[in-house]
């Protein structure tokens, strides 16, 4: 059987979905809205087999967990994004919600650890991983990292600009963009300003701190078991991307185009890829104008239609294949 763990609307997923049906596959997809007033979701597991009866599939599917099952963990555990943590919002206090949230995380668990069997193929492992254990890892395996700290203090911050006048700030997990009225507030990655630094607070919340690479261009790769598919951004042409090309200039967009790197940094790639647990993902890379490659991150479930459809790689493709490959194979 093959399994999808995705989220509704995903785009991707239902691209994959569509193409596993016209191939006539097996599989079932399982959202995060498992809890909704659009259907009923039944779940039970007798001996061996889980099932799964869904308002797609009133019949029921049944999933043998001692079988070779393929497994796509595409996004799984939003419980923020779900129709029960709206629902709950309006109707239960803070303290009730916050009760629900901790409920529907043990069913996403649950799910997933019936399925943690060691004849499963799994893409992406149930696993994510913090930006500063990445450049650890990165460093280890011989990828270059900037230089790069953690703080609060306003303090440590002027000392680390002393040595490194461009600087930038990201988030400690992931940037988000706020609406509000006519206003966009994005928080991304930024580049620092030192008188700005002087005039802060002395602490604030955590974040981190990054020497700023001036690039030639910005790279992401995306990884579907060992197979690269890389594009390059030419984000340094636009004030308004060159920190962060998702600052999106919608005027001018980015030029994108396919990008093959060299050996030595795919076969770092693959040992970070091994030192950190996962067979896919999104990495960000920046080339400086010195010829190095500089790693910067990578995200275990990361977008990757915005790599496939100006380079024409077809990666949907290529990940309905590789579950059926591994589909049923002892």
């Not at 020497?211 to 992401?220: A, D, M, N, Q, S």
């Not at 795919?266 to 970070?272: E, P, Q, Y």
Request: with cysteine; glycine share 6%.
């Amino acid at each position: 059987m093959i399994v999808i763990f995705s989220i509704h609307g995903d785009v991707s997923t239902d691209e994959v979905c569509k193409i596993l049906l016209s191939e006539k596959q097996d599989f079932v997809r399982i959202n995060d809205d498992l809890v909704t007033n659009k259907g009923d979701y039944k779940y039970s597991i007798e001996s061996s087999l889980l099932t799964l009866i869904t308002p797609s599939r009133p019949e029921g599917v049944f999933i043998n967990l001692r079988g070779r099952n393929s497994i796509w963990n595409r996004k799984f555990g939003f419980y923020s994004k779900s129709e029960l943590q709206a629902n709950s919002k309006k109707q239960l206090n803070n303290q009730l919600s916050s009760y629900l949230n901790s409920e529907y995380y043990a069913l996403l668990k649950y799910f997933k650890s019936s399925l943690r069997h060691s004849n499963n193929f799994w893409l992406l492992p149930d696993k994510q991983v913090d930006k500063m254990t990445q450049l650890r890892v990165a460093r280890e395996v011989g990828l270059i990292v900037p230089r790069t700290i953690i703080t609060n203090e306003k303090d440590s911050v002027i000392s680390f600009m002393k040595e490194c006048p461009k600087s930038i700030v990201k988030p400690l997990k992931a940037g988000k963009i706020f609406f509000r009225s006519n206003l966009t507030l994005p928080l991304l990655t930024a580049r620092l300003d030192l008188n700005k630094v002087q005039g802060m607070g002395e602490t604030f919340f955590p974040s981190i701190i990054q020497e700023e690479i001036e690039k030639e261009i910005e790279i992401r790769v995306f990884i579907a078991e060992a197979k690269f598919y890389s594009m390059a951004i030419f984000s340094q042409n636009s004030g308004r991307t060159d920190v962060d090309f998702r600052n999106y200039d919608h005027n001018k967009p980015n030029r994108n185009v396919p990008y093959t790197l060299p050996l030595k940094v795919k076969s770092a790639i693959k040992r970070l890829m091994k030192g950190l647990g996962i067979n896919t993902g999104s990495v960000d890379l920046i080339k400086n104008k010195a010829g190095e490659y500089y790693f910067l991150e990578v995200n275990p479930s990361g977008q990757y239609g915005m790599v496939s459809q100006p380079c024409n790689f077809n990666i949907n493709r290529d990940i309905a294949e590789i579950l059926i490959k591994h589909n049923g194979i002892t």
